[in-house]
Nanobody
Framework: QVQLVESGGGLVQAGGSLRLSCTYS????????MGWYRQAPGKQRELVAT???????NYADSVKGRFTISRDDTKRTVTLQMNSLNPGDTAVYYC??????????????WGQGTQVTVSS
């Protein structure tokens, strides 16, 4: 019912910037949380940043001050601006929608992922 498509990944030099974009289709209800997660080689998937429907953002300590999440439900997009990138940011980045429906059911939806590689 909900589809997420990421774009904007690539290969960048340490200290550089990338802007990831996630476009979604389907209904995103008022209690939804949109977010970005990442999975580096040999590691578990970890939270990068989330934003509630009310605009409250939450960041992993490792990216605070460097990454910025934003959402525009009118344009149906979620973005992740990544600055001051370092090799530790190398991972596959996934867009996520955590949606609570009116009758109480809840579902997670994931994008296909986009590769971010930061060279030293």
């Amino acid at each position: 019912q909900v589809q997420l498509v990421e774009s904007g990944g690539g290969l960048v030099q340490a200290g550089g910037s990338l802007r990831l974009s996630c476009t979604y289709s389907g209904s995103i209800f008022s209690r939804s949380v949109m977010g970005w997660y990442r999975q580096a080689p040999g590691k578990q998937r970890e939270l990068v940043a989330t934003m509630t429907s009310g605009g409250t953002a939450n960041y992993a300590d490792s990216v605070k001050g460097r990454f910025t999440i934003s959402r525009d439900d009118t344009k149906r997009t979620v973005t992740l601006q990544m600055n001051s990138l370092n090799p530790g940011d190398t991972a596959v980045y996934y867009c996520n929608a955590d949606i609570q429906y009116p009758l109480g059911s809840r579902k997670n939806y994931w994008g296909q992922g986009t590769q971010v590689t930061v060279s030293s």
